[in-house]
Every structure is written in structure tokens, then in C-alpha cells.
């Protein structure tokens, strides 16, 4: 594997924050139709130098390129969080901080 790769970037029409990254240049219909199903339509965010020492919000460059050469595909999902869980049940003072 090379030190650095050209990567797109494409955000998902379906899921919010939800990204792709795949080689530059990469078939969409190359990459598994289950994948496509769930991601819908690809929006181009970005283009970028993808190195291994690149730091990013929930991976690092090394983990992008090893996914990017075993796969083909680096799928970033949204982080599940449940300070979006609100109990509409309860009064707002009785709920979690």
C-alpha cells in the first residue's frame, strides 16, 4: 500500500452525517449493492490527500486507507448519542441533564 491516496468524499441523500470515502475515481456501481441501497444518492463533499497520519472526526488516515484497500470503502456513520433521546413523558425538570 502507498503512503498517501487521493479520497473522495460523498455525504449520504439518506442518512445524516453519514459519509463515504472511496479511491478517487471510484465505479459507484462497483461498490455492493447493499452499500448503495442504504447510502442513496452520493452528494461529492470533498476531495482530499488521505495519509496515514491524518487525524479525523471518528478515524484515523490509517484506518480510511486500510479500510479503502480491503474494501474498496470507508463508511463513516453517525456516532449514536443519547442526548438525543428525550422522555416526553416526564416534565423538564425531572428529565436527565
Same mark, same amino acid.
Not at 452499500?35 to 461529492?44: E, K, M, Q, S
Given at each position: 500500500? &502507498? /503512503?498517501k %491516496?487521493?479520497?473522495? +468524499? ?7 452525517? &453519514?459519509? !463515504?470515502? +472511496?479511491?478517487? =475515481? @471510484?465505479?459507484?456501481? /462497483?461498490?455492493?449493492?447493499?452499500l448503495?441501497?442504504?447510502? =442513496?444518492?452520493? +452528494?461529492h463533499?470533498? /476531495?482530499?490527500?488521505?495519509?496515514? #497520519? %491524518?487525524? !479525523?472526526?471518528?478515524?484515523? =488516515? @490509517?484506518?480510511? !486507507?486500510?479500510?479503502? #484497500? ?9 456516532? #449514536?448519542? #443519547?442526548m438525543?433521546? +428525550? ?8 428529565? @436527565?441533564p
Amino acid at each position: 500500500m &502507498t /503512503d498517501k %491516496r487521493f479520497v473522495s +468524499v460523498f455525504r449520504s441523500s439518506k442518512k445524516s452525517n &453519514t459519509y !463515504l470515502y +472511496v479511491r478517487r =475515481g @471510484q465505479v459507484w456501481a /462497483d461498490l455492493p449493492d447493499n452499500l448503495r441501497d442504504i447510502f =442513496g444518492t452520493p +452528494v461529492h463533499a470533498m /476531495d482530499l490527500v488521505m495519509t496515514p #497520519e %491524518r487525524k !479525523l472526526a471518528r478515524a484515523t =488516515g @490509517q484506518q480510511v !486507507l486500510d479500510a479503502i #484497500e480491503d474494501k474498496d470503502f470507508y463508511l463513516q456513520m453517525a456516532e #449514536e448519542s #443519547e442526548m438525543h433521546v +428525550v422522555d416526553f413523558r416526564k416534565k423538564p425538570e425531572q428529565r @436527565q441533564p
